[in-house]
């Protein structure tokens, strides 16, 4: 008897009339077996580097906001580690980090080392895990648009304390609260709100040490109705880094990540 792939995410519905999609693409661990089978690393080296690539325990955040928001946000959560493919990276020459072997699948590690062998094709992951992300992502965002008349997707990250070595633009401060901007999805109301959210976690930055922020190729710099901001949380501030268990900070970012849902939805 054959069985079905496991599921690589998952659409978890909130109130019928809202416009705001909670997106946590980053938070898993998991690779499925015979994805892990092309990635070089030994077992404890593979431990080390998901401790470092994780966006850890940011599904709890999403899912926090969500129990306390007063109109519960939708979610879209990654299942699978972004060490399978990465749904935010550009799957052609477009994406910028594949400069550092990091785009839609990853052939370096965050401090440089082979994640996957030369002349890996990544062809087939991005055929079976990243295509279906991005249509169901796009249908996700369709949902909102045709209950809601707008949608507002609120992309849920963390980042590391200290720069790693992958990364691009990472010379410039490191605020508690990163906020990622685009210039055509990310309205002036929209920011002042997240900045209002977050402001008694610590210092809320603008586009630093990440900018940007995810839309579904087919509404980006298209459809004005989407808006998007990407919400970078530095991980000191809730757990034990690289990617040790959570602190009291959990629930505050909770906390602040539903004030922002509930000034989005109002």
């Known amino acids: 008897m054959t069985t079905s792939p496991p599921t690589s995410f998952e659409l978890l519905p909130g109130a019928g009339d809202s416009p705001v999609l909670l997106h946590v693409p980053h938070a898993a661990r998991r690779i499925p077996p015979?994805?892990?089978?092309?990635?070089?690393?030994?077992?404890?080296?593979?431990?080390?580097?998901?401790?470092?690539?994780?966006?850890?325990?940011?599904?709890?955040?999403?899912?926090?906001?969500?129990?306390?928001?007063?109109?519960?946000?939708?979610?879209?959560?990654?299942?699978?580690?972004?060490?399978?493919?990465?749904?935010?990276?550009?799957?052609?020459?477009?994406?910028?980090?594949?400069?550092?072997?990091?785009?839609?699948?990853?052939?370096?590690?965050?401090?440089?080392?082979?994640?996957?062998?030369?002349?890996?094709?990544?062809?087939?992951?991005?055929?079976?895990?990243?295509?279906?992300?991005?249509?169901?992502?796009?249908?996700?965002?369709?949902?909102?648009?045709?209950?809601?008349?707008?949608?507002?997707?609120?992309?849920?990250?963390?980042?590391?304390?200290?720069?790693?070595?992958?990364?691009?633009?990472?010379?410039?401060?490191?605020?508690?609260?990163?906020?990622?901007?685009?210039?055509y999805h990310t309205p002036p109301a929209l920011l002042a709100a997240a900045r209002e959210a977050f402001a008694g976690i610590g210092e809320v930055g603008l586009d630093t040490p990440f900018s940007g922020t995810y839309v579904p190729l087919e509404y980006y710099r298209a459809e004005p109705r989407v808006g998007a901001l990407m919400v970078e949380i530095r991980r000191d501030t809730y757990l034990r880094e690289p990617g040790g268990p959570p602190g009291p900070g959990l629930s505050r970012l909770a906390s602040a990540l539903a004030r922002l849902v509930d000034a989005v939805t109002r």
């Open 34 to 183: 015979d994805v892990r089978a092309g990635v070089v690393l030994g077992d404890e080296a593979l431990e080390t580097e998901l401790d470092h690539i994780t966006d850890a325990h940011t599904e709890r955040i999403a899912a926090g906001a969500a129990e306390a928001a007063g109109t519960a946000p939708w979610r879209f959560v990654n299942r699978l580690s972004r060490l399978v493919v990465d749904p935010e990276r550009f799957p052609d020459e477009r994406e910028e980090m594949l400069a550092v072997g990091m785009g839609a699948v990853y052939t370096r590690t965050t401090h440089g080392a082979r994640l996957r062998a030369p002349g890996f094709d990544p062809g087939p992951l991005v055929e079976r895990y990243f295509r279906p992300y991005a249509r169901a992502m796009t249908e996700a965002v369709a949902g909102r648009l045709a209950a809601a008349g707008r949608a507002v997707v609120l992309d849920v990250h963390s980042y590391p304390s200290v720069r790693l070595p992958y990364e691009l633009h990472g010379k410039g401060p490191r605020p508690a609260v990163c906020l990622g901007t685009d210039p």
